[in-house]
């Protein structure tokens, strides 16, 4: 559908490594990296999204996480919550 | 007194003896007269001086410290304890009655067992009895005594018959019990099944108890609707569909639900990728401005394009009214030979690799404008002739409502719509103008675009004679049009001939007022947004005119060197306007600033032959977006000195507002009247 067309468009940016559609536990179900990549990032992250929502919310419980950066050396991970999924896509930094 | 009397006795005594000076002890008492003649009283009392005076107790009642008042005066001098006892009290004739049975022993104990009263008792206390009276110790006599006592008083009131007394048996004890059947016990136990039990854990975070109030909230909202709509049957089965709706939407793919998320993440890449470009959007003013004395600039931001409008040209630009960073793109082909298809694209700035939402029609959209209420309805007019509204809320490809040839469209491409405001029944509706000279209203009832004819476009003086003595007037086809800000019924028309007529509503025939602008085919007219007197044309004959409407002749005329695709007046000054012409420049006046000249004349696109067809500015954003004929559309930022507001004078403040553009607009018109008036 839709989605699946943003999510190709997205894959094929310039710079673009992988992206990753988790649910709401914690179990991925779209991904375009290997399977053992993708079950690290998607446990680790859905943590630190979870606990990053749960900082902006205590702050001021009508504000809410829109989405998370996390710039590293080699990259960029990039992730936007949603009620239901997150999503994650991989970027390489730019240098 | 006494001592003062005294020491005079002896005194006197002495007189003879000695001298009659009086010697005086040196500490007597100094007194006077009157003091030595008062008199002391002295009282004896029966007061102990040793009691204390002010003994405190503690009253509970009153939960205070109390004075006690009478204190105890009694001072014992010696107490001694003695040992004599009265000869009636119990002590005493236990005594006596031990002297007595000590003194006559066996007589005594034959007249008690003789007299003993109590016959029917054990034979025991008898027994110890007479053993006690055979002993005659005063040791078991006590004890018979005192159980005689016990048993009976009465007897030993007559103290000389010694009476033979019960005595209970305090050696050989001897208890009865009985001890029932006790019933034998047995366990019954019952046991059910275990309740199923789970382990519930959660945090208490601020944000989840404002989650709570905040469903219990809606969840009132909602029985309180549900009230209220109970007897309309008609919304009853709207909340039934939408009821249905939920469930679908509960049952779809799971990856469905990411659709939020992905758009989220596809614009934080594209803002990655074009970091730079929007970076200089928001905070990038040119600095050399200042240097440049009264030009500006304009900085190519960003460049929307997709590969499915590449060959059609943009015909038609709009920023959307409410979301200030979403623009419409219509895409189709000026060239008459060449027809194809047409597109409709939204663009949102924050994702420009991609539009937000795609239509494609079968005919080229040559115009196209969005609602300023109802920011989703966008209607467009096409090559072939036909209107139609897209609603962007329903994401369907196709039109909502479209006209067709039995609805009455137009037999020529429509150069123009405009959303009116909406008429008394509350419906949407909408002009458009077109080559084949009307110029139709529709009104969108209930589903259906119903139009009426307003205006046939006339050229005046070429009324033919034709067949059958018919009169034939030739269609003026018009091009483009534009509604006064502030006067409804009143609007200009531009024709392909060159004539801009000034038309009203109200009056299908006769127009207003006509101005011969043009040599060629007038291409737009605007109104200024803030000079309700002011108008602006421009034409493929190079030229851009400014006018008032109530003289005939132009303001000003700008020549371009080239056909002039569109104009724009900027939004935030009365005095600023952009013309973009087919050699691909764009071209920035500002009247207030530079009266003959552009202050700004940039190419912007990049190959030459590139011809741009539209420009539009943003009503927020010092931004303008230009549309080639390549179908790609630039996004340009304003530099400051195309910008600039009216210099505030020392100590004055900066009046800001639709009376100062005004202000600004009518001092430069009235020069030029004044030079026209001259010459």
Known sequence: AEVEETLKRIQSHKGVIGTMVVNAEGIPIRTTLDNSTTVQYAGLLHQLTMKARSTVRDIDPQNDLTFLRIRSKKHEIMVAPGNVAFHLVFKASSP | QDEDSGTEVGEGADEWAQSKATVRPPDQLELTDAELKEEFTRILTANNPHAPQNIVRYSFKEGTYKFIGVVNQLAVHFSQVGNLIPKDSDEGRRQHYRDELAAGSQESAKVVISETEILEEEEEPKE????????????????????????????????????????????????????????????????????????????????????????????????????????????????????KMA?????????????????????????????????????????????????GTLLPLWKFQNDKAKRLAVTALCWNPKYNDLFAVGHGSYDFMKQSRGMLLLYSMKNPSFPEYVFSSESGIMCLDMHVDHPYLVVVGHYDGNVAIYNLKKPHSQPAFRSSAKSGKHTDPVWQVKWQKDDMDNNLNFFSVSSDGRIVSWTLLKSELVHTDVIKLKVEGSTTDGLDGLQLHTVGCGTAFDFHKEIDYMFLVGTEEGKIYKCSKSYSSKFLDTYDAHNMAVDAVSWNPYHTKVFMSCSSDWTVKIWDHTIKTPMFIYDLNS????????????????????????????????????????????????????????????IIIVGDDRGHVTCLKLSPNLRKMPKEKKGQEVQKGPAVEIAKLDKLLNLVREVKTKT
């Open chain 2, 563 to 622: 056909a002039v695709g569109d104009v724009a007046w900027a939004p935030y000054s009365s005095t600023v306007f952009a013309a973009v012409t087919t050699n691909g420049k764009t071209h920035v006046f500002d009247l207030s600033i530079n009266k003959y000249e552009a202050i700004c004349n940039q190419p912007v696109v990049a190959k030459k032959k590139n011809k741009i067809t539209h420009v539009q500015f943003n009503p927020i954003h010092p």
């Open chain 2, 247 to 295: 469930s679908m939407e509960s049952q779809s793919d799971d990856i469905t639900k990411v659709t939020q998320a992905a758009k989220i993440v596809e614009r934080m890449v594209n803002q990655n990728t074009f970091d730079d470009v929007a970076q200089d959007f928001k905070y990038y003013e040119d600095a050399a401005d200042e240097y440049r004395d009264q030009e």
């Open chain 2, 128 to 243: 110890s009895e007479a053993e006690a009276e055979t002993e005659a110790g005063s040791q078991t006599d006590m004890p018979a005594a005192e159980a005689a006592e016990k048993v009976n008083e009465e007897e030993l009131m007559t103290p000389k018959q010694p009476k033979e007394q019960k005595l209970t048996n305090q050696f050989n004890f001897s208890e009865r019990a009985s001890q029932t059947i006790n019933n034998p016990l047995r366990d019954r136990e019952c046991q059910m099944e275990p309740p199923p039990r789970t382990n519930f854990s959660a945090t208490a975070n601020q944000w989840e108890i404002y989650d709570a109030y905040v469903e219990e909230l809606e969840k009132q909202e909602k029985t309180k609707e549900k009230e209220k709509t109970k007897t309309p049957v008609a919304k009853k089965m709207g909340k039934m569909a939408m009821r």
